[in-house]
């Protein structure tokens, strides 16, 4: 599951399941569902060390969260998509497994 070509609008508040790359950023703890498309993971402060660029399979609930202010942006990556106006989807973590 890609979390650009998903339609998190008809997940909202379901349980998923969705496999990515582990990877801290300032924003917190993202799961990489493919290079450039990043998610952000509520539920843990950040990933732990040995887990950081490891495949992960999360299960996890769709949420619809208040996004983060405006910032000046120098390159097209941006945090995967909003859910309307400065609302982002997050996946809310249940638990996880390393799967590579």
Same mark, same amino acid.
Request: glycine share 10%; net charge positive.
């Given at each position: 599951?890609?979390?650009?070509?998903?339609?998190?609008? &008809?997940?909202?508040?379901?349980?998923?399941? !969705?496999? #990515?790359?582990?990877?801290?950023?300032?924003? /917190?703890?993202?799961? +990489?569902?493919?290079?450039?498309?990043?998610?952000?993971?509520?539920?843990?402060?950040?990933?732990?060390?040995?887990?950081?660029?490891?495949?992960? &399979?999360?299960?996890?609930?769709?949420?619809? !969260?208040? #996004?983060?202010?405006?910032?000046?942006?120098? /390159?097209?990556?941006? +945090?995967?998509?909003?859910?309307?106006?400065?609302?982002?989807?997050?996946?809310?973590?249940?638990?996880?497994?390393?799967?590579?």
């Amino acid at each position: 599951m890609s979390s650009q070509s998903t339609d998190w609008s &008809k997940l909202l508040d379901q349980d998923v399941s !969705v496999s #990515g790359t582990a990877e801290n950023a300032k924003a /917190g703890p993202l799961l +990489m569902t493919s290079p450039g498309d990043p998610i952000l993971i509520r539920g843990l402060d950040q990933w732990p060390p040995e887990i950081v660029g490891k495949k992960v &399979k999360v299960k996890a609930i769709v949420r619809r !969260v208040p #996004g983060f202010p405006k910032a000046q942006s120098r /390159g097209k990556q941006t +945090m995967q998509g909003t859910a309307g106006g400065r609302d982002m989807w997050v996946l809310e973590l249940k638990r996880y497994e390393v799967i590579d």
